[in-house]
């Protein structure tokens, strides 16, 4: 199973993502991938999904929005809670990518790294019938963005790609 990693070069910090590798003398991590130099952040703005958003009726804010539209609420939400400078960074949800100066990047922040796989990862994700393990597996694209979505916007959201599949 694949995983993030840091990764510390001349005191700046750097994320990849790795895999665990057996070999004869023992388990080694196999780089799959190079996510970007790493921006912390702390939270700034304690504010609930649903009041950021002025929702009052979940209902029909989710009957009139698409699971993109949803998530990407959810990210701007994110966003806005750790104070992101959206003039410093390029945040392009459309094609997937963070980036700083054209090069990739990673935030990190509620112990997950919003970077372009994250989003890819979660924007394009796709329920393969077995509802429990898709369930897990949407949670977990969400917890590696580093996304703490709310729990009955999380069953809307994954109730509309359920109905989408079918």
């Known amino acids: ?13 750097y994320a990849y993502i790795v895999e665990n590798e057996w070999k004869k003398k023992g388990s080694r991590q196999k780089v799959m991938g190079y996510l970007g130099r790493v921006y912390r952040f702390s939270l700034m703005n304690d504010v609930g999904f649903l009041e950021h958003l002025k929702i009052d009726n979940i209902e029909n804010y989710v009957n009139n929005n698409d699971a993109f539209k949803i998530m990407s609420h959810l990210i701007e ?3 806005y809670r750790f104070n992101i ?3 410093e960074f390029l945040i392009d949800l459309s094609n997937k990518k963070i980036q700083k100066k054209d090069k990739n990047i990673a935030f990190f922040i509620n112990e997950g790294f919003m970077c372009s796989l994250a989003l890819k990862n979660l924007l394009e994700f796709k329920p393969e019938g077995d509802e429990q393990a898709d369930a897990y597996r949407l949670a977990r694209a969400f917890v ?9 916007i999380f069953i809307c959201i994954f109730g509309k790609l359920y109905k989408k599949m079918e």
Do not use: S
Request: hydrophobic letters at 40%.
């Open 144 to 152: 590696e963005a580093g996304i703490k979505v709310p729990q009955e």
């Open 77 to 79: 939400w994110e966003l």
């Open 85 to 87: 400078n959206k003039n």
């Open 1 to 13: 199973m694949a995983f993030f990693r840091i990764k510390k070069i001349k005191g700046k910090e």
